[in-house]
Structures are given as structure tokens and as C-alpha cells.
């Protein structure tokens, strides 16, 4: 006998906008979320975010990869950087966290790179 399987899609954009709900409550600051359909393979959305310093970015990474697995059920599929390069990424294929500290972030400039192939979605100061 034939089992047809169900096949369950993640809803991306709820995805993306429970991680800013996620960075908001603890406390990251500059945070935008970039739309990046329908024109780039990279992801639908970006989401950057500061932390104030090296415990807060490892805090904003554990609590992001805790919340989503418990409300989704998934984990990323990547995951780059630490807490003291200053840069953490969180990759869950068609959003991708960027989780920077300040002096970080102005360096790499990803909005100015992005900012041409999206639009933003949220921006929260």
C-alpha cells in the first residue's frame, strides 16, 4: 500500500519575523530585516542586528537557535563566527542572521551591499 508523505514548508517570512521578536526582547539594537525576494538565491531575508558586546552576541546567538528549534523545529544548517570576532551568523537556508558588534558591523557594511537587491522589511532602532 501507498503512503503518500506531508510535507511541511517553513513559512519563511514568520520565521524571519519571530527571529527579530526573538532579538528585540533580548535587547539587540539596530536591527533590520531585509527582504531579498524575489531576485537573490542567497535568501529570502537577512535579518542584522547589534549586540553591545561579546556576552550579549553569544546570548542573542543561543537564545535565537533555542527559540527557533522549540517554535519551528529547526536548527540552522550553518553556523559562522564567535563571539569574539565580533560577527556571528545563524544560516536557516532562506534566512540568515547577521549578529554583529557595532565596530563590526560598520566595517562589513552588508546593508550598503544588500541595500540595492532588497528592500527593508522592518528597521528597528
Excluded: C
Excluded at 521578536?21 to 535579518?47: M, Q
Excluded at 542572521?97 to 528597528?124: A, P, T
Amino acid at each position: 500500500m501507498y503512503r503518500s508523505r506531508r510535507v511541511v514548508t517553513l513559512d519563511t517570512l514568520a520565521l524571519a519575523r519571530f527571529i527579530v521578536d526573538t532579538v528585540e526582547d533580548k535587547k539587540a539594537e539596530d536591527i533590520l530585516l531585509l527582504d531579498l525576494r524575489p531576485d537573490t538565491i542567497v535568501a529570502d531575508f537577512f535579518i542584522i542586528a547589534n549586540a553591545t558586546n561579546e556576552r550579549q552576541l553569544k546570548a542573542l546567538s543561543d537564545t535565537v537557535r533555542e527559540e527557533v528549534k522549540e517554535k519551528f523545529g529547526v536548527v540552522p544548517f550553518s553556523m559562522e563566527g564567535t563571539p569574539h570576532s565580533g560577527w556571528m551568523l545563524l544560516d536557516y537556508s532562506h534566512v540568515v542572521v547577521h549578529l554583529f558588534l557595532e565596530e563590526q558591523r560598520e566595517y562589513y557594511r552588508l546593508e550598503d551591499l544588500w541595500m540595492q537587491e532588497g528592500n527593508i522589511m522592518l528597521s528597528i532602532q
